[in-house]
C-alpha cells in the first residue's frame, strides 16, 4: 500500500519537489518564513534556512518553506526566492489576518507561525517545524496582547514542532490559554516544558512522548477522533533545546528582563515587539542567544521530519 495523497490546493504554487512529495503521500514538513526575513541578519538567516532544509532532507522529509511573494502563496521556495526573502526589506511580517490584504495586493510578505499554519493545513501539510511559538505576553492582563499562533492552534490541524513558547512570554499563562483553547501540549523526552533557549522553565509539561512514533500515533489518534472532518485544531510538541546549546534560565531570565525594561521605554508594541526583544536580547549576550536559537531550530527541524515520516508510515495502513 502507497501513503495516502494529498490533491494539490489550486490556490497555492508549489516547488516540483514539494508537489511530488504530496502527491505521492511522501512526509512533508512546513518551515515559517518570518524567520529568515526578520530573525536574523543576511547572509546568515539564508545560509540558515537553507540548513535547516536540508536537515529535513536528511531526515527523509521534504522541507516546504512558506512564503507570500508577488501575492502568491508559496508552498516550498526556489534557491532565487529563498535569497530575495533573506534580502529584500519590501517582505512584510504577516500573521493569518494579513494573508487576504498581501495576496490581494500582490504583496511580498514572509509568514508567521500562525499564518504558516493555516497555509499549511490549506496545503495539506500536517507537520512544521519552527524556533518558538508565541503566546501571552507578560503583562497581557493590560495590553491584551495574545499571539495569533494560538488561536490557530486550536484550528489548524497541524503539528507544530518548536523549542516551546519563546521565553519572552508569560510561560504559565499560555499553557493555561492553551488548555482552555483544548490544545495538546507535549513534550518530547522530557516531562518539564522548555522555555525555548533553556531546557527548564520550572513548568511540568502536561503531556509527553518518548518516540516520533509516539508523537505520530497521537496526531492521528486527534485527528481521527471526530467523524468525518477530524479534531479540529493542532498539536504542540516541544523539543528542548539540545543541552550543549542552551542558555540555562537563571542566567537567561535577567538579560530578558533587561531586553523588556528597555522595550517599555522605546514603547514598542504590536508585532514589533518579538523582533526588537529577540534583536536586543542578541546584543546583551553578545551573540549568545542567536546561537542558541539557530541549534534549537536546527534541532526542530530533525525532530519534525522524523515525526512526519512517522506519520506518513502510519497513513500507509
Given amino acids: 500500500m502507497t501513503a495516502s495523497a494529498t490533491r494539490p490546493n489550486p490556490k497555492l504554487d508549489y516547488t516540483p519537489e514539494v508537489l511530488t512529495a504530496l502527491e505521492t503521500g511522501r512526509p512533508v514538513v512546513a518551515l515559517e518564513s518570518t524567520i529568515v526575513s526578520h530573525g536574523m541578519p543576511h547572509p546568515q538567516n539564508v545560509q540558515t534556512a537553507r540548513e535547516v532544509e536540508e536537515l529535513v532532507r536528511q531526515g527523509g522529509a521534504t522541507p516546504a ?27 512584510g511580517k504577516i500573521s493569518t489576518r494579513d494573508l487576504p490584504y498581501t495576496v490581494a495586493l500582490g504583496k511580498n510578505g514572509a ?11 490549506l496545503a495539506g501539510v500536517r ?66 516544558y522548555p522555555a525555548f533557549y533553556s531546557r527548564s522553565s520550572g513548568f511540568a509539561s502536561p503531556l509527553s512522548v518518548e ?6 500515533a497521537v496526531l492521528r489518534a486527534k485527528w481521527e477522533l471526530c467523524d468525518p472532518a477530524g479534531m479540529a485544531g493542532g498539536v504542540l510538541l516541544a523539543n528542548p533545546i539540545p543541552a550543549r546549546s542552551e542558555i ?61 515520516a512517522a506519520y506518513a508510515g502510519l497513513s500507509m495502513n
Wanted: glycine share 10%; hydrophobic share 45%; net charge negative.
Fill in 248 to 308: 540555562p534560565a537563571a542566567e537567561m531570565n535577567p538579560h530578558i528582563e533587561a531586553a523588556l525594561r528597555d522595550m517599555d521605554a522605546l514603547d514598542i508594541s504590536g508585532k514589533d515587539t518579538t523582533p526588537y526583544l529577540l534583536g536586543r536580547i542578541a546584543e546583551i549576550t553578545g551573540g549568545r542567544s542567536l546561537a542558541a536559537n539557530i541549534a534549537l531550530v536546527k534541532n526542530n527541524a530533525v525532530l519534525a521530519a522524523r515525526v512526519a
Fill in 65 to 91: 518553506t512558506i512564503a507570500v511573494i508577488g501575492g502568491r502563496i508559496k508552498i516550498g521556495l526556489s534557491h532565487a526566492e529563498l535569497e530575495q526573502l533573506g534580502s529584500d526589506p519590501s517582505f
Fill in 127 to 192: 507537520v512544521f517545524a519552527t524556533g518558538g511559538t508565541g503566546g501571552v505576553h507578560r503583562g497581557a492582563a493590560v495590553s491584551m496582547d495574545i499571539s495569533a499562533d494560538l488561536t490557530e492552534l486550536s484550528r489548524s490541524q497541524v503539528c507544530v514542532v518548536s523549542a516551546g513558547v519563546k521565553s519572552i512570554l508569560d510561560i504559565g499563562l499560555t499553557l493555561e490559554y492553551l488548555e482552555t483553547l483544548g490544545v495538546p501540549v507535549i513534550t518530547f523526552g522530557s516531562a518539564e
Fill in 111 to 121: 509568514t508567521t507561525v500562525a499564518s504558516t499554519m493555516r497555509v499549511a493545513h
Fill in 211 to 216: 518516540t516520533p512514533e509516539q508523537a505520530a
